[in-house]
């Protein structure tokens, strides 16, 4: 089985701090991890993914994340933020070959106030 | 970014009866999926759908629920007949042969009346 926990459902901060929003798996084999980012009444838009190789990716917006094998973790990261960055943050995991299915997290709801 | 739609936005619809939710994937995709996600809960997995068939569904992809794709137009789901607990947000997701990153569209709104 394989589950996805983001811990914070609500992150506020402000504009020009440094923003971590959490991301914890479960999966027995090489998971596949992927950010989304969904601005209200928008599609949910790609942000990132870790496949294989460096753990840190680096995304669109200035956004990266962190792999961490030893501690379950993909933890998304951007810094400085900015209050456009507000939105609801979505982690995800899949499994290895195309079109395989993706497994999210409930989502982090974040505001950035200027 | 690549674009998803999903067409309508919004479907309120009678309990009983059938409905179809129309996804018209990124032009050169070849993997769909459909995605349901209820009000202030996570986002589940229904189905997959490659080559003309089912890949992989999930227990929330019941009896009642179909998919297809005919010769290159939309892909579906179709509901038929539709229950109370299907309302929800319905996500059509897309994506190529080479790649296992997901395109979402906006999602179409059931309300089952």
């Known amino acids: 089985a394989q589950s996805v926990d983001q811990p914070d459902a609500h992150v506020t901060l402000s504009e020009g701090a440094s923003l971590e929003l959490r991301c914890s798996y479960s999966y027995s084999a090489a998971p596949y991890l992927f950010w989304y980012v969904q601005y209200p009444g928008q599609s949910l838009q790609f942000l990132l993914k870790?496949?294989?190789?460096?753990?840190v990716v680096k995304g669109t917006k200035g956004f990266e994340a962190e792999f961490r094998k030893s501690n379950s973790s993909f933890n998304l990261k951007k810094s400085p933020a900015h209050w456009s960055d507000s939105a609801k943050y979505f982690c995800a995991l899949g499994q290895q070959g195309t079109g395989s299915k993706l497994s999210f997290g409930k989502g982090a709801k974040l505001t950035v106030s200027p | 970014g690549p674009k998803v739609l999903q067409i309508p936005s919004h479907q309120i619809i009678d309990m009983g009866q059938m409905v179809t939710l129309n996804c018209d994937p990124v032009s050169n995709h070849l993997y769909f999926y459909w995605y349901k996600q209820i009000l202030g809960q996570q986002m589940e997995f229904l189905v997959n759908f490659y080559n003309g068939k089912v890949m992989e569904k999930s227990k929330l992809f019941k009896d009642q629920f179909s998919v297809e794709r005919p010769d290159g137009s939309y892909f579906t789901l179709k509901i038929q007949p539709t229950a109370l607990e299907d309302s929800a947000v319905y996500f059509c997701a897309s994506s190529s042969l080479s790649q296992n990153t997901l395109y979402f569209g906006a999602g179409t709104r059931l309300s089952v009346l």
């Open positions: 870790y496949i294989t190789g460096d753990t």
